[in-house]
C-alpha cells in the first residue's frame, strides 16, 4: 500500500505542557515528517459532540458518524456488535462498559478503563448478577467480552452520551448521559451500584489492590438496522476494543505495517499515559514510535515505496492534519522541526 493515513491520538500535547515537552523529544523522523509538507492545517475543537477529535475523525472516515436521525455523533454500537459476532437484530443498542467511578466530595472521576484489568470470570460474574435488574427494566444485555457488553434500550433513543475516553480523566458530572432518557438510567445506575457494593467479585478484586466495579458506562448509540460498516480497510495497534472489532487488520505489529494492505492505520499506544498525564511513558511512547514507526515511514518515502502519507495528531483541544510525500521531502530547506507540535 502506497498510500498510508496514519491516526495518533494524544500525539498533541497539552497546551501548557508542550514546550517543555517538545524539546525533551528526540524524535527526528517525526520532525521531517510534519515539516515537510504538502499541507497542513490546524484545527481547534470544542467538547460539545462529547467526544474526542479523533474519535469524530474515524467514525466520519468508518461511515459510523453522526446522522440526521442519531443522536450520537459516534454511532458505533450495531457496527461494533457485529465485530463481535453478535446479531442486534433490531431496535437501538448502546456499548457498555462496566467500570470504576471514584467519588470525592467535589466531583466524580471515572478510571480509564484500560487500567481496570477486569479479568472475564469477574465481568461474567457481575454481569450475571446485573442482568435481571437490566431485564426488568425491559432492557436486553448481552455479554461481549469483560470490557464490553451491549444494551438494547429503544426508550433510551435520545440518550445523549460521551465516549469513555473524552470522559476519562475529567469532572464526571459534565460528562453523564443527557436528554429526556437520563433519569431512567441514572435509576438503573444506582440499583446496579447498590447491587455491585460489596459483590463477591469487587471483594475479591479490591482484596488484590484492584478497584471495584461499581458501575457502567453506556454510549455510542446506534440503531440495529443502520447496516452502516467500515468502508474502508483498518489496521490497528493498540486500539480500545471497540476500534479493534471495526479493523480488518487489528493489533498490526509495526514491523508488518509493510505487509498488511490497509490505508488507514489507528495507533493508541500514547493514550493510556495521556489520560494518566503520566507525560515520562508519554515520552518513552513517543521515542519508540519514532524507532518503529517515524524512522521507516520517513525512510519509505525517501525511496519512493510510499507515495503519499497523511499525519492526522490530536489531542483534547485539537487536531493536527498534515500530508507528506517524497516530493515534499526533498525541501531540504526546510529545517525540520517539531514546532507543529506546540499550540
Given at each position: 500500500?502506497?498510500e498510508?493515513?496514519?491516526?495518533?491520538?494524544?500525539?498533541?500535547?497539552?497546551?501548557?505542557?508542550?514546550?517543555?515537552?517538545?524539546?525533551?523529544?528526540?524524535?527526528?523522523?517525526?520532525?521531517?515528517?510534519i515539516?515537510?509538507?504538502?499541507?497542513?492545517?490546524?484545527?481547534?475543537?470544542?467538547?460539545?459532540?462529547?467526544?474526542?477529535?479523533?474519535?469524530?475523525?474515524?467514525?466520519?472516515?468508518?461511515?459510523?458518524?453522526?446522522?440526521?436521525?442519531?443522536?450520537?455523533?459516534?454511532?458505533?454500537?450495531?457496527?461494533?456488535?457485529?465485530?463481535?459476532?453478535?446479531?442486534?437484530?433490531?431496535?437501538?443498542?448502546?456499548?457498555?462498559?462496566?467500570?470504576?467511578?471514584?467519588?470525592?466530595?467535589?466531583?466524580?472521576?471515572?478510571?480509564?478503563?484500560?487500567?481496570?484489568?477486569?479479568?472475564?470470570?469477574?465481568?461474567?460474574?457481575?454481569?450475571?448478577?446485573?442482568?435481571?435488574?437490566?431485564?426488568?427494566?425491559g432492557?436486553?444485555?448481552?455479554?461481549?467480552?469483560?470490557?464490553?457488553w451491549?444494551?438494547?434500550?429503544?426508550?433510551?433513543?435520545?440518550?445523549?452520551?460521551?465516549?469513555?475516553?473524552?470522559?476519562?480523566?475529567?469532572?464526571?458530572?459534565?460528562?453523564?448521559?443527557?436528554?429526556?432518557?437520563?433519569?431512567?438510567?441514572?435509576?438503573?445506575?444506582?440499583?446496579?451500584?447498590?447491587?455491585?457494593?460489596?459483590?463477591?467479585?469487587?471483594?475479591?478484586?479490591?482484596?488484590?489492590g484492584?478497584?471495584?466495579?461499581?458501575?457502567?458506562?453506556?454510549?455510542?448509540?446506534?440503531?440495529?438496522?443502520?447496516?452502516?460498516?467500515?468502508?474502508?480497510?483498518?489496521?490497528?495497534?493498540?486500539?480500545?476494543?471497540?476500534?479493534?472489532?471495526?479493523?480488518?487488520?487489528?493489533?498490526?505489529?509495526?514491523?508488518?505495517?509493510?505487509?498488511?494492505?490497509?490505508?488507514?492505520?489507528?495507533?493508541?499506544?500514547?493514550?493510556?499515559?495521556?489520560?494518566?498525564?503520566?507525560?515520562?511513558?508519554?515520552l518513552?511512547?513517543m521515542?519508540?514510535?519514532?524507532?518503529?514507526?517515524?524512522?521507516?515511514l520517513?525512510?519509505?518515502?525517501?525511496?519512493?515505496?510510499?507515495?503519499?502519507?497523511?499525519?492526522v495528531?490530536?489531542?483534547?483541544?485539537?487536531?493536527?492534519?498534515?500530508?507528506t510525500?517524497?516530493?515534499?521531502?526533498?525541501?531540504?530547506?526546510?529545517?525540520?522541526?517539531?514546532?507543529?507540535?506546540?499550540?
Amino acid at each position: 500500500m502506497t498510500e498510508l493515513t496514519l491516526v495518533l491520538p494524544f500525539a498533541l500535547p497539552p497546551p501548557e505542557l508542550a514546550p517543555d515537552l517538545v524539546r525533551a523529544l528526540r524524535t527526528p523522523s517525526l520532525a521531517a515528517l510534519i515539516t515537510r509538507t504538502s499541507s497542513h492545517h490546524s484545527d481547534p475543537f470544542d467538547n460539545a459532540a462529547r467526544a474526542l477529535p479523533h474519535e469524530l475523525w474515524l467514525a466520519r472516515a468508518l461511515g459510523l458518524g453522526q446522522s440526521p436521525h442519531q443522536q450520537s455523533a459516534l454511532r458505533l454500537a450495531a457496527a461494533v456488535m457485529r465485530g463481535h459476532g453478535l446479531d442486534p437484530g433490531e431496535g437501538h443498542w448502546l456499548i457498555v462498559h462496566p467500570a470504576h467511578v471514584e467519588i470525592s466530595r467535589s466531583h466524580l472521576l471515572m478510571h480509564d478503563l484500560r487500567r481496570l484489568g477486569l479479568a472475564d470470570a469477574e465481568s461474567r460474574a457481575l454481569f450475571d448478577s446485573a442482568k435481571p435488574y437490566f431485564d426488568e427494566s425491559g432492557h436486553t444485555l448481552l455479554y461481549a467480552d469483560a470490557q464490553t457488553w451491549f444494551l438494547r434500550a429503544d426508550a433510551w433513543r435520545g440518550l445523549d452520551t460521551a465516549s469513555p475516553d473524552a470522559a476519562t480523566g475529567m469532572n464526571l458530572t459534565d460528562w453523564l448521559p443527557l436528554g429526556t432518557a437520563a433519569s431512567a438510567y441514572r435509576k438503573l445506575q444506582n440499583e446496579v451500584q447498590m447491587l455491585w457494593h460489596g459483590h463477591p467479585a469487587n471483594a475479591a478484586r479490591e482484596a488484590r489492590g484492584l478497584a471495584a466495579i461499581n458501575g457502567f458506562w453506556p454510549w455510542a448509540g446506534a440503531e440495529a438496522a443502520d447496516r452502516s460498516s467500515p468502508g474502508i480497510a483498518l489496521a490497528t495497534r493498540a486500539a480500545p476494543s471497540w476500534l479493534t472489532r471495526l479493523a480488518t487488520h487489528p493489533d498490526t505489529s509495526l514491523s508488518a505495517l509493510d505487509a498488511v494492505n490497509a490505508p488507514l492505520l489507528v495507533d493508541g499506544s500514547l493514550a493510556e499515559s495521556a489520560l494518566a498525564a503520566d507525560w515520562a511513558g508519554w515520552l518513552t511512547q513517543m521515542q519508540r514510535l519514532e524507532d518503529e514507526l517515524f524512522a521507516p515511514l520517513l525512510a519509505a518515502l525517501a525511496t519512493g515505496r510510499r507515495k503519499r502519507l497523511r499525519l492526522v495528531l490530536s489531542r483534547r483541544e485539537a487536531q493536527l492534519d498534515i500530508t507528506t510525500s517524497p516530493m515534499a521531502q526533498r525541501a531540504f530547506w526546510r529545517r525540520p522541526s517539531l514546532d507543529r507540535l506546540s499550540p
